[in-house]
C-alpha cells in the first residue's frame, strides 16, 4: 500500500550519539520534506528535496543534515544529539506543495 | 515574510454551535492556503484548500484577500470535530508549506 513511513517512532537518546531518522516513501512522490515541530508551535521546515540528489535547508537553521540517494528514501542524521534537539520531526511528501502527505513523526528525547 | 497566524490556541464549543478558527497570512504575492487537520493519535493531513472552494466534513474557508484572512467555518460543530486545525500557505513559486502554531478545537457533548 501506498504510504509514507517513519522510524522510529519514539527515541530517546544520550548527548553525543549520532542519530538516523528514517523515512520512506512508496507513493512516487518526487518532492520530500522535514518539519521539526515543539509543543504548541508550529511546524518549521528544516529539509527539502526536489529529488535524486536535491536537498535543500528549510526556514528554520538546523544542526542536521539530509540525503537523497533514493527517490523513496530521505533519511535525516544528527552527528552529535544534543538536549536542544529534542522535538517532534515530522517527515512528508508530494508531488507539489498544495498537498503533502504525513508521516506518524519521530518524536526525539536527548537526555 | 510570509507568516501565518491562528490566534487561537484553544477553541471550546459544545456540539451544535457554529465554529470559526482564525487564520491570517502575511505574504506580498498570491499565496495558496490551506487547512491541515490532526485527530487524536492520526497523522497531520490535508482538510481543504481555497483554490478547490469545496466542503469538507461540512467545512468551509473563504480566502479574504482584504483581510488577509483564510478562516475556517463550520455552521454546527460535531464531536468528531475534536482536533488539531493547521492554517498553512504555500507561495506561487516554491513547493513549501509553512504553517501557523494551530488550533485546538474541542467540541463538548
Known amino acids: 500500500e501506498a504510504d509514507i513511513y517513519q522510524t522510529p517512532r519514539y527515541l530517546v537518546i544520550g548527548t553525543g550519539k549520532k542519530i538516523t531518522l528514517e523515512c520512506s516513501q512508496t507513493?512516487?512522490?518526487?518532492?520530500m520534506y522535514w518539519y521539526q515541530q515543539d509543543p504548541g508551535m508550529e511546524l518549521h521546515l528544516i529539509h527539502y528535496?526536489?529529488?535524486?540528489?536535491?536537498?535543500e535547508k528549510g526556514d528554520l537553521s538546523s544542526e542536521s543534515t539530509v540525503s537523497r540517494i533514493r527517490t523513496e528514501h530521505f533519511p535525516l542524521t544528527l552527528e552529535s544529539a544534543r538536549p536542544s534537539h529534542t522535538s517532534q520531526y515530522l517527515c512528508a511528501s508530494g508531488r507539489g506543495g498544495e498537498k503533502l502527505f504525513f508521516g506518524s513523526g519521530t518524536q526525539l528525547s536527548v537526555l | 515574510a510570509q507568516r501565518v497566524t491562528q490566534p487561537e490556541k484553544l477553541l471550546s464549543v459544545f456540539k451544535g454551535a457554529p465554529v470559526e478558527l482564525k487564520c491570517n497570512y502575511s505574504y506580498s504575492g498570491s499565496p495558496e492556503l490551506f487547512w491541515y487537520v490532526q485527530y487524536s493519535r492520526q497523522r497531520l493531513q490535508l482538510l481543504l484548500r481555497h483554490i478547490s472552494r469545496e466542503s469538507i466534513k461540512g467545512f468551509t474557508a473563504d480566502l479574504n484577500k482584504g483581510e488577509t484572512s483564510f478562516h475556517l467555518k463550520k455552521p454546527f460543530a460535531q464531536e468528531e470535530d475534536s482536533a488539531m486545525y493547521y492554517c498553512?500557505?504555500?507561495?506561487?513559486?516554491?513547493?513549501?508549506?509553512?504553517f501557523g502554531t494551530g488550533t485546538r478545537l474541542q467540541v463538548f457533548p
Open positions: 498553512a500557505l504555500s507561495s506561487y513559486n516554491t513547493d513549501k508549506l509553512i
Open positions: 507513493m512516487g512522490h518526487d518532492k
Open positions: 528535496s526536489y529529488g535524486v540528489n536535491s536537498t
